[in-house]
């Protein structure tokens, strides 16, 4: 048997024409290899992300971080549940999570060690006052420092230590004392320490004393009777009647000479409160204020008071 080549162009050979003369179908187009669609970071995400960083940066700042932390967590758990943007809530949770924990503890911290804080502060006051007073003897401090009590609230010198206890001052008791070294040359070295070279002292006194003394209830009655004998023992009388208001009340200053050379000022401020205070001793309205300055800030202390005297 005898084969017979096909003519050129019939036999599909040349890449054009296949059987019966029909042509081959082009190759078709290499096609890139399909890559899994790229999810974009939700809102609430990025939301997560940015209160994170926020809430890390401000974790010391008592409130602003807690709050800020726990608005992070919340929008980072929501974010996490969504499924999207798995790396900002991540880290937005981790941050929120720091932030909160520091700002617990700093809060405890406070709530803790804050009165401590505030004690040690106000002791390294007035050590730092009495080396400042030390450095140059008889040199009055201008330091003040704020009295509150159930029955009134004052400006008081910053040098005198309120040393009270917690039940007289909740009576409306004040004994403010000077504490220090009295000098060859008369002067005074306040250290804190030492002796008690002046006082401040506010003693109220029951309303079942007061009304015994027989007086017309006014101030200058109640001056009066204290002249008939207490004031006397205070020392020789410089001016009996001074008067002085007290936060819209009428007071009356006393002056007295003392019989110790040390005291540059000593009086006694008199006033009556416009209604009775109930203590766990008795009702209270009238008080005695006491001054007894061995610097040269007497006056100064008593304007003070006056001018800052407030009743509750």
């Not at 009295?147 to 004040?174: H, L, R, V």
């Amino acid at each position: 048997m005898t084969f017979v080549s096909p003519p050129a162009g019939q036999n599909g050979q040349n890449g054009q024409n296949g059987q019966n003369g029909q042509p081959y179908p082009s190759p078709l187009p290499q096609q890139p290899p399909l890559l899994p669609p790229r999810r974009s970071a939700s809102g609430l995400a990025i939301a997560a992300f940015i209160v994170g960083i926020a809430a890390f940066l401000t974790g010391l700042v008592v409130g602003v971080g807690l709050v800020l932390g726990l608005a992070g967590l919340g929008l980072a758990i929501f974010a996490l549940r969504q499924g999207t943007s798995r790396g900002f809530s991540l880290t937005g949770l981790i941050l929120s999570a720091l932030a909160t924990l520091t700002n617990i503890v700093v809060i405890v911290l406070l709530v803790v060690l804050g009165p401590a804080v505030t004690r040690a502060a106000e002791s390294a006051a007035r050590n730092l006052e009495a080396q400042q007073a030390q450095s140059t003897p008889g040199a009055a401090s201008t330091a003040t420092q704020a009295i509150d009590t159930p029955c009134y609230s004052f400006t008081g010198p910053g040098a005198y230590i309120n040393d009270i206890g917690t039940a007289a001052i909740a009576d409306c008791s004040t004994e403010l004392e000077l504490w220090g070294d009295d000098n060859a040359d008369g002067t005074v070295t306040v250290t804190g320490v030492g002796e008690i070279l002046g006082t401040v002292t506010i003693e109220p006194i029951h309303t079942s004393t007061s009304t015994g003394w027989g007086t017309d209830g006014s101030v200058d009655g109640i001056v009066d009777y204290l002249n008939q004998s207490y004031i006397p023992q205070l020392g020789t009388v410089i001016s009996l009647k001074e008067p002085v208001t007290l936060d819209g009340t009428p007071a009356n200053l006393t002056r007295v000479q003392s019989t110790k050379a040390l005291t540059k000022t000593k009086a006694l401020l008199v006033t009556q409160a416009a209604s009775p205070y109930s203590t766990s001793t008795g009702d209270v309205q009238v008080f005695s204020i006491s001054f007894v300055i061995p610097q040269d800030n007497g006056d100064a202390i008593i304007q003070e008071l006056a001018k800052s005297w407030t009743w509750k």
